[in-house]
């Protein structure tokens, strides 16, 4: 996972574009500032993003946190997108009658092309 550090001044917005797997540290805040996090917006593309605040277990579905305090301690924000991908499981009646076809086309053609012995 690769880390970056970003500065920040109190009352300024910081933009950051991260990658899969990349994240960031915002230092330079007083534990009286306040935060906002917002995500683009992948659900058109067919992500569901969730964030969760702290060390806790409970993630909460949207791409943006309005406002919260920062307090005394550092904050962790971590924001997952997820897609749910169909994967194709109807193989018998999509591919097997196919291969059958196939399968029989080619004993028919060792059969019916077979070298054939004269007899007298």
């Known amino acids: ?3 970056r550090q970003t500065p920040a001044t109190s009352g300024t917005a910081v ?10 540290i915002v230092y ?5 500032d306040k ?5 683009a917006d ?16 409970n993630s909460t579905e949207g791409s943006s946190i309005v406002e919260e305090a920062i307090g005394a ?3 962790t924000v971590i924001f997952t997108n997820t897609k749910d991908v169909t994967v194709p ?3 018998i009646r999509t591919v097997v009658p196919y291969a059958a076809i196939v399968a029989f ?11 054939r012995r004269n007899r007298r």
Do not use: N, Q, W
């Open 1 to 3: 996972m690769r880390h």
């Open 15 to 24: 933009t950051v574009s991260l990658k899969h797997g990349e994240s960031v």
């Open 28 to 32: 330079g805040l007083s534990s009286e």
């Open 35 to 39: 935060f906002a996090v917002t995500e």
């Open 42 to 57: 992948y659900h058109g593309d067919g992500y569901k993003t969730s964030y969760k605040i702290g060390d806790g277990t």
């Open 73 to 75: 301690y550092d904050t």
């Open 89 to 91: 499981t109807d193989v």
């Open 105 to 115: 086309a080619a004993v028919m053609g060792v059969v019916f092309f077979r070298p």
